[in-house]
Nanobody, 127 residues
């Protein structure tokens, strides 16, 4: 049974940092592609970052490139999203997701999401 638990959200001032965690249970993360997504009030869901199981390559949305870093810890079966230089426009509910399928592209995942989702964690950045 695939379960994902995101945590680490909170209130931070602009320019600050947060690290989100997503603990996986019931499966091994390294066998899945992993992503972070976010949804702000009144806006569509946005793909933020991916880490692919094959080679561990990472992908970032242009809006977060250079500020956010995705990583995974196989020993902890946890994926992280380090968020630096936060901006008010980063305010959103952040979700982690995973997908066992192997044939979808980065663009597909970022636009359409993934197979399994965790509950979100709220990130609020004040100006």
């Amino acid at each position: 049974d695939v379960q994902l638990q995101a945590s680490g959200g909170g209130l931070v001032q602009a320019g600050g940092s947060l690290r989100l965690s997503c603990a996986a249970s019931g499966f091994t993360l390294e066998n899945y592609d992993i992503g972070w997504f976010r949804q702000a009030p009144g806006k569509e869901r946005e793909g933020v970052s991916l880490i692919r199981r094959s080679g561990g390559s990472t992908v970032y949305a242009d809006s977060v490139k250079g500020r956010f870093t995705i990583s995974s810890d196989s020993a902890e079966n946890t994926v992280y999203l380090q968020m630096n230089s936060l901006k008010p426009e980063d305010t959103a509910v952040y979700y982690c997701a995973v997908d066992p399928r192997t044939f979808y592209s980065n663009t597909y995942y970022l636009r359409n999401g993934m197979r399994y989702w965790g509950k979100g964690t709220q990130v609020t950045v004040s100006s």
